[in-house]
């Protein structure tokens, strides 16, 4: 079983960055494929990006390409999504998850997930 918190969300202009954490519970978090989505008032739950149990195998949607990177320290049981050149629409709630699938894009595939964290881009 793996618990997971996330953190670092918050308010930041159009083109700035943010840097989200989410620490994981659990002696085999390292062994877990994990993700980040995010889901905006009214709309579906949404892939962002996962990072398999290696580090070596990451995927992004579309809108995370080039501006978003994830990253994880199975030493520190975390994993990060650094956020640059935030837009407008960026604007949402983050949820770090985490499944034994193989980098996996859909929410259904995933089974532990966290409260979230708001992040909100606006001037």
């Known amino acids: 079983q793996v618990q997971v918190v996330e953190s670092g969300g918050g308010l930041v202009q159009p083109g700035g960055s943010l840097r989200l954490s989410c620490a994981a519970s659990?002696?085999?978090?390292?062994?877990?494929?994990m993700g980040w989505f995010r889901q905006a008032p009214g709309k579906e739950r949404e892939f962002v990006a996962t990072?398999?149990?290696?580090?070596?195998?990451?995927i992004y949607a579309d809108s995370a390409k080039g501006r978003f990177t994830i990253s994880r320290d199975n030493a520190k049981n975390t994993v990060y999504l650094q956020m640059n050149s935030l837009k407008p629409e960026d604007t949402a709630v983050y949820f770090c998850?985490?499944?034994?699938?193989?980098?996996?894009?859909?929410?259904?595939?995933?089974?532990?997930w966290g409260q979230g964290t708001q992040v909100t881009v606006s001037s």
């Open positions: 990072i398999a149990w290696t580090g070596r195998t990451t």
């Open positions: 998850a985490a499944t034994a699938f193989r980098v996996p894009r859909r929410p259904s595939e995933y089974d532990y």
């Open positions: 659990g002696r085999t978090f390292s062994s877990y494929t």
